[in-house]
């Protein structure tokens, strides 16, 4: 792990289901977890995170593992849900957002959640977390994209405070983006 900071101040985001920063000994959960999450959307007839059935992984969350940038969510041992926090805009974030405003944000993605706790609203409990729970130094806003045309993520993010920013141009995603509270 690199030295990139941050600080968790609240780190049980539900009874008993408690946040921490992804290890190396998570990376095959943490992987299982998205591969599961992928099944289950391709049952829905989505194609979206299909790649991560063919072992395939565009967002390298191993390396974002190790980089620090994973956050896990574990009620005892098991993995209930994860998200990456990305303190630097990647070549996707500076593609869809444009030049501005990438030194202040943090970038949310792969935000996943084990079927086993399907319904139990653990996705606006970890971006409720992802606001309120941790603090990143001179980050004083959260950005994040998903699938234009997919109706519930996009009530997740609009209902969970984060402000619509648009479509990406040229591409079919839609920009969410919310202020937060800066660290000490």
């Not at 977890?33 to 991560?52: C, F, I, N, P, T």
């Not at 609203?121 to 806003?141: C, M, Q, S, T, Y």
């Not at 920013?165 to 509270?181: C, D, M, S, T």
Request: with cysteine; aromatic share 8%; charged share 25%.
């Amino acid at each position: 792990m690199d030295d990139r900071t941050y600080r968790i101040i609240r780190d049980e985001i539900k009874p008993g289901i408690r946040a921490m920063q992804a290890g190396p000994e998570d990376k095959a959960a943490v992987n299982d977890l998205m591969v599961q999450a992928a099944a289950w959307l391709q049952s829905k007839g989505s194609k979206q995170w299909h790649e991560l059935l063919a072992g395939e992984d565009r967002h390298g969350v191993a390396e974002a593992v190790d980089r620090g940038d994973v956050f896990v969510f574990k009620k005892d041992d098991t993995l209930a849900g994860m998200v990456i926090l990305q303190q630097h805009a990647s070549g996707w974030d500076r593609s869809l957002w444009g030049d501005e405003g990438h030194e202040s944000a943090v970038y949310l993605h792969r935000l996943c959640i084990n079927r086993s706790f399907a319904g139990e609203e653990l996705g606006g409990a970890i971006l409720h977390w992802a606001v309120n729970g941790i603090r990143f130094p001179r980050k004083d806003r959260i950005r994040l994209d998903c699938i234009a045309t997919v109706p519930a993520l996009n009530r997740l993010y609009s209902g969970a405070g984060f402000d619509y920013r648009g479509q990406a141009p040229g591409a079919p995603f839609n920009l969410y983006e919310k202020q937060v509270p800066t660290a000490d």
